[in-house]
């Protein structure tokens, strides 16, 4: 890794990992289910899906890609937070709230990462 990747890597680290701590130090409540790894999880899935589509309509250098994608939306994220917040439902016996837990991070970020690359496919139509 050259200098310039390895700087351009901590950067979008740092960003990603300020803005989810920023996030997620303050518990956000959808009833009773916490919701801020679901916020940042589907966020960054948002991200990641226009930035793919960004990347290759503009045949970006990786160096982007390095920073964008690896750095802030890897250090953003948070599959780690996500388990550890599903295993304590499970172990609270919240069981619903555990699927719905599971259903809304799994299934929102997938469906958002799509919705982001539909919706740069449009703005970037000819």
């Known amino acids: 890794m ?4 390895f700087l351009l890597l901590g950067l979008g680290a740092l960003a990603g990992a300020f803005l989810r701590y920023k996030i ?12 801020n790894i679901l916020i ?18 503009f045949n970006l250098d990786p160096k982007y890609s390095i920073f ?16 550890l917040q599903s295993v304590s439902l ?3 016996k919240q069981f619903v709230l555990f699927g ?8 929102l970020s997938i469906l958002v990462l799509v ?3 539909a ?6 139509k000819p």
């Open 90 to 92: 499970i172990d609270s």
């Open 115 to 117: 919705v982001g690359r």
């Open 40 to 57: 940042i999880n589907v966020v960054g899935s948002f991200i990641l899906g226009m930035f793919v589509v960004i990347s290759m309509n």
């Open 100 to 107: 719905l837990n599971l259903i809304g991070n799994v299934g």
């Open 2 to 5: 050259k200098g310039i990747e």
């Open 68 to 83: 964008i994608a690896i750095g802030f939306c890897g250090s953003f994220t948070t599959m780690s937070s996500f388990a």
């Open 119 to 124: 919706f740069m496919l449009a703005v970037l």
């Open 24 to 35: 997620a130090e303050s518990p956000i409540l959808f009833g009773v289910l916490p919701i």
